[in-house]
């Protein structure tokens, strides 16, 4: 599968792998850990914030743009990302996994608790409890830089942006379909490899579902999972054969017990 309708063959070397990832999620989280009083709050923002990009693949203005009632649905673990004209039909829905909501969670209580903390100094204002993530993004980039540093990264790739399309080549690294990775970061330039097999709203929410589930269980292996559109499906006394059609226009056919199909909701 090729990367290439993400990020270009130059930025791709630029980007972080996992393990580099991982570290500098940890930077975050020991200096978050860190902070002295009257920190809190404004640190434990800039860390949502990383995670938010992170683990949903969003712009920088997109997260600080988050309004906590209207965009934050923690009960169902959603996130609503909207354009810069916030109108309907660029409402983007991204799932979360349970940690993640915990965190902002976590963070929208400390900040619904601390109304006398100081003013954060890169606002000069008290924390806007609608809008909790409206700070100045080239304080949240030097944060993002510091925190690079911190675990031994070139600053430089240790900023949002990058952080982002590293996201969106972890998810297809993972077997994550290509139309699920662009509607996931907002993409909405077509792609060839997607014209294969096309996506259903429902389709590629449950995909991103089972994703987020998986990652943050990371009880199985993936190194048998094949991610498509079944095409047929030919019922015998005990078992069935199942054809699926991949997003790169590969047939992949297999027998399974009729009650595995019906338990999978295969049709």
């Not at 297809?172 to 709203?201: D, K, Y």
Request: hydrophobic share 35%; net charge positive; proline share 4%.
């Amino acid at each position: 599968m090729s990367y290439s309708r993400i990020i270009s063959t130059s930025e791709q070397s630029q980007l972080l792998e996992p393990d580099q990832l991982s570290r500098l999620e940890q930077a975050f989280r020991q200096w978050t850990a860190k902070a002295g009083k009257g920190r809190a709050l404004s640190r434990n923002r800039i860390l949502v914030v990383f995670l938010l990009i992170r683990y949903t693949g969003a712009k920088l203005n997109e997260v600080l743009s988050l309004d906590a009632k209207r965009d934050i649905k923690l009960e169902e673990r959603l996130v609503y990302y909207v354009g810069g004209e916030r109108e309907a039909e660029d409402r983007r829905e991204i799932q979360i996994s349970r940690e993640l909501a915990e965190s902002i969670n976590g963070f929208l209580k400390l900040a619904a608790d601390s109304p006398h903390e100081e003013k954060d100094i890169e606002r000069e204002k008290k924390t806007d409890l609608q809008r909790p993530f409206a700070i100045d993004p080239a304080y949240v980039r030097r944060q993002f830089y510091e925190r690079g540093k911190d675990c031994g990264l070139d600053p430089k790739r240790s900023g949002p942006e990058m952080i982002r399309k590293a996201r969106g080549l972890e998810l297809m690294r993972n077997n994550v379909p290509l139309p699920v990775v662009q509607r996931l970061l907002g993409h909405s330039s077509p792609n060839l490899t997607a014209s294969h097999v096309t996506f259903s709203e429902e389709d590629m929410r449950q995909v991103a579902r089972w994703f987020v589930e998986k990652e943050s269980g990371r009880k199985t292996s993936a190194r048998n999972a094949f991610f498509g559109k079944v095409n047929s499906l030919a019922r015998g006394d005990v078992q069935s054969l199942v054809e699926i059609v991949t997003p790169e226009g590969f047939h992949v056919s297999t027998m399974i017990t009729n009650s595995s199909a019906e338990r999978l909701g295969l049709k």
